[in-house]
T-cell receptor, first 117, second 110 residues
Framework: NAGVTQTPKFQVLKTGQSMTLQCAQD?????MYWYRQDPGMGLRLIYY???????DKGEVPNGYNVSRLNKREFSLRLESAAPSQTSVYFC????????????????FGEGSRLTVL | DAKTTQPPSMDCAEGRAANLPCNHS???????VYWYRQIHSQGPQYIIH???NNETNEMASLIITEDRKSSTLILPHATLRDTAVYYC???????????FGTGTSLTVIP
């Protein structure tokens, strides 16, 4: 059981280049998330998808786009990378809201380390 | 969205209980309190969550005040492997969102 898988794990881009971070989960979770974490900082929510076919902005959506391709996959795209987007990106998924069955906890991938020169 | 306030850092002696506080004074009645931790630069790991009552699992205990404005995560016998950043999160009702703050960096001292 792989859980949440992110690719690539490392990437170096030049300013202005585009790229897509891929995320897939095999736990049949409805909700998926993208976070970024800058050095010495907490995680900030970029976008999330509460269910297949829906996406919503989080705290820091500017400069990013997302696609919920199907229930398993949620991708994050940088159309024109900037040095300010140098960060570690985490994808996560969760089953359902607490109070129904399950804890509603987040399961995280290992992170994708992006450097924009 | 309810915001949380945590001390930026704490130390704890190995083998002692680590008590990590969190203030969430604007929490709504049906919002849950979650705790996660992040070791080095790994993805955060779920620890425990609660609504009103105190909770305990194999990792920790969660004490929520009666007015729900604050909570404390208790690691009963801290080990060196518990050195991590601990995040207290209040889960918003709609949209299934989790907002992390900057957390508390706990250092367990031998």
């Amino acid at each position: 059981n792989a859980g949440v898988t992110q690719t690539p794990k490392f990437q170096v881009l030049k300013t202005g280049q585009s790229m897509t971070l891929q995320c897939a989960q095999d736990m049949n979770h409805n909700s998926m998330y993208w976070y970024r974490q800058d050095p010495g900082m907490g995680l900030r929510l970029i976008y999330y998808s509460a269910s297949e076919g829906t996406t919503d902005k989080g705290e820091v959506p500017n400069g990013y786009n997302v696609s919920r391709l199907n229930k398993r996959e949620f991708s994050l795209r940088l159309e024109s990378a900037a040095p300010s987007q140098t960060s570690v990106y985490f994808c996560a998924s969760s089953e359902r809201l607490a109070g129904t069955s399950g804890t509603g906890e987040l399961f995280f991938g290992e992170g994708s380390r992006l450097t924009v020169l | 969205d309810a915001k949380t306030t945590q001390p930026p850092s704490m130390d704890c002696a190995e083998g002692r209980a680590a008590n990590l506080p969190c203030n969430h004074s604007t929490i709504s009645g049906n919002e849950y309190v979650y705790w996660y931790r992040q070791i080095h630069s790994q993805g955060p790991q779920y620890i425990i969550h609660g609504l009103k009552n105190n909770e305990t699992n194999e990792m920790a205990s969660l004490i929520i005040t009666e007015d729900r404005k604050s909570s404390t995560l208790i690691l009963p016998h801290a080990t060196l492997r518990d050195t991590a950043v601990y995040y207290c999160i209040v889960r918003v009702k709609t949209g299934n969102q989790f907002y992390f703050g900057t957390g508390t960096s706990l250092t367990v001292i031998p």
